[in-house]
């Protein structure tokens, strides 16, 4: 219990000492640069979003000539 109660004055005391020297000027500046980070994520999955259509397309049409390629062979094997 004595441990319990201890650490509760010691969490009001640094929330305290936190608001008393400047903790709203810190948790701004800690959300500008959370804002800065997000859009930097922002760009980067819109890279990776483009990179991977055009790999998928690219991999489909290499598919589709593989496939095309073996339906010409299996149809002069057969003749």
Request: hydrophobic fraction near 40%; aromatic fraction near 8%.
């Amino acid at each position: 219990m004595m441990k319990f109660l201890l650490g509760v004055i010691v969490g009001i005391l640094i929330v305290f000492l936190f608001l008393y020297f400047g903790g709203g000027t810190t948790v701004k500046k800690f959300g500008e640069g959370l804002i800065n980070t997000g859009k930097k994520m922002e760009v980067l999955e819109e890279t990776i979003h483009k990179e991977k259509e055009e790999l998928e397309k690219g991999v489909e049409k290499e598919v589709k000539k593989k496939v095309f390629k073996e339906e010409k062979e299996i149809q002069k094997k057969s003749q």
